[in-house]
């Protein structure tokens, strides 16, 4: 945090509290997360009574009003906590679910449900991806249909993180099927909903305290949130601020990686002195500092772009292909200085590895960043 232009005492305080509460409440608990593939609501009720929950949303409904230069701090410190499917659990309901309802709710449904939001006592998913539809979202092929009160819809979702744990779920699906990306609409679907249910909660290979659901909606009522065929824009505007909690989220694990690491190879001996002492070992590390400190600075002047309301859609992909690649190979290059012992699972850095293969796919995969990239140099 030394020496960053971008940050104030309001960025500071947050990761320093934000810090403390994962060194409290995340470290000695996370391994049973993991275990039990989910995190307790109870956590997250305590990060929201923290004010973690509400960063960017409204004063007026409890939240702190903050911009994108919060997001970036809050997800690079729970990405610093070794647990990636627990920071993925909070950070799809602050930065990633939550944002369509804060930019696209009436102010009756504001007022219904932001204030338990904020709170952590209504947790949020975001349900775009289908098992046919993922990278290419305007192949969704859920339904939605007028009712004589409302909205129905039908059709499936797949890989959706909170589908179980979460309590509302922001839905995409097509109002008018020949409309193109016109024909999109966002709906908000209560648990419990008549012709909702969770399908099947998926195994994965990390993010293991992270639950990730098929989604089935069956004839389901739904509300609609925000205007009627401007769905599609919608998910490309909250793309931007997911994609910079992603980054920051990938950018925070590589430099605990990396961190760990040195410490590992300060430490462990062969050939009769520290692995620090080899060149090869030393300058691979030193590399990925730099790396990860040129990672750093592009997350931050995104979010700072982002915050004073300039178009960077150029440099929020840019930070999702760089850190989501950046944090494959810096788990990579750890675990192999941790040699056997990091192929181990009761070592961090194992879970590190598996839980950072995703970061190159989710919520925006490499090549399509690289092509959002390419399409405005
Ligand atoms: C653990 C997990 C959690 C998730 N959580 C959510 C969630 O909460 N909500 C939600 O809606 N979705 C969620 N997703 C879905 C995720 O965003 C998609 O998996 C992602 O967008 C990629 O879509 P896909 O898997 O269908 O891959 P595809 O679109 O089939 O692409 C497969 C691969 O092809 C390549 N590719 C794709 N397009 C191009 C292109 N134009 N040029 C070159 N190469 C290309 C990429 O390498 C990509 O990884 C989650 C996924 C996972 C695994």
Known sequence: MTGNPYFDDTHRLLAESVRRFVEKEVLPHGEAWEAQGAVPREVLRKMGSLGFLGLRHPEAYGGAGLDALATAVLAEELGRSTFGGFAVTVLVHTDMASPHLRHAGSPAQLERWMPAIVKGECITAVAVTEADAGSDVKAIRTRATRTAGGWRLDGTKMFITNGVLADLYFVAAKSDPAGGARGVSMFAVRKGARGFSVGRQLDKMGWRC?????????????ELLGEEGRGFYAIMRNFQNERIALGAMALGEAAKGLE?????????????????????????????AAEIEAGRRLVHHAAWLDSRGADCVKEVSMVKAYCGELVNRAMYECLQFHGGAGFIR??????????ARVQSIGGGATEVMLEEVAKRL
Request: net charge neutral.
């Open 210 to 222: 992270s639950d990730t659901a098929e989604l089935v909606f069956d004839g389901c009522e739904a």
């Open 260 to 288: 760990l690491t040195l410490a590992y190879v300060k430490e462990r001996r062969a050939f009769g002195a520290p692995l620090w002492e080899k060149q090869a070992v030393r300058q691979r590390l030193a590399r990925l």
């Open 346 to 355: 009761e070592t961090a850095i194992e879970r590190m590895y598996r839980d």
